[in-house]
């Protein structure tokens, strides 16, 4: 059975080589997407590859679906099967940004900002959006980014950073002025009513109440009843990383202030 096997398999291969045409002698690789940046930017993810450089079962695996559809499966299996023994190696590297310039900067810029939209990578960079929704697209595919959502607001982590769930949620909360000014007030007036946060912060009781709630919902305020009038103060963990966040704030805006100066 063995022997019939494998002269079946050769039989197949010798078959696809004499329909062979020099006018396939490169394969295309193309990217998933089909927003390719325009904005020349180079990259990395589209090449020619010379056939004779493809390892045998992947050529075997791409005429297989040219000239004999049927065998696609169990082919493809096969090829799979062979792929084993690197998963160790493939895990290893989705850990690396890519060689990419354009991408590793984004990456880059990502580890320094948690929580950076692509509006704000963009203008950072100063590229396209396209070309930054391309790249994340790769960074997220490789398991080195991760989006959080709040409303319509999206923000983007990396997945070296040492932050945890209320972290980055803070993060993303931070972004709207509303919340960040309720944050604060939280701060300094724990246990603070609706109607006192709605007039402190000029906003509505109907406004406090739709953000409390999203400050809930994500672990970083609780409300308590009296009556008919509701009180809000900063969960135990909310109010630890609120702290630690304005410190890191304030640490970077002292340094903004010593630079000049010290220049």
Known sequence: ???????????????????????????????????????????????????????PMRLLTYYTLIYCPALAVPVGLLYSFSTLAFLGYRRASRQRPSENTTRRQIF????????????????????????????????????????????????????????????????????????????????EAPGISQSDAAEAIEVSRATVSWHMKRLIRDGLVEARREGRTVHYRLTDEGGEVLEKEMENVGAEEEMGDAGPAAA
């Open 108 to 187: 880059a810029c990502i580890r320094e900002n948690p929580g950076i939209s692509i509006p704000e990578i963009a203008a950072a960079m100063d590229v396209s959006r396209t070309t930054v929704n391309y790249h994340l697209f790769r960074l997220q595919r490789r398991n080195l980014v991760h989006r959080n959502i709040q409303g319509n607001t999206f923000g983007y982590f990396a997945y070296t950073d040492d932050l945890d769930a209320t972290e980055e949620h803070l993060l993303m909360h931070l972004k709207n002025r509303t919340k960040k000014d309720l944050l604060a007030l939280l701060l």
């Open 1 to 55: 059975m063995h022997h019939r096997n494998t002269a079946a398999v050769f039989v197949l291969v010798l078959t696809l080589l004499l329909v062979w045409s020099p006018a396939a002698a490169k394969i295309v690789v193309e990217p998933g997407p089909s927003e390719i940046p325009t904005d020349g930017i180079n990259i990395d993810d589209e090449e020619l590859v010379p056939i004779w450089t493809v390892p």
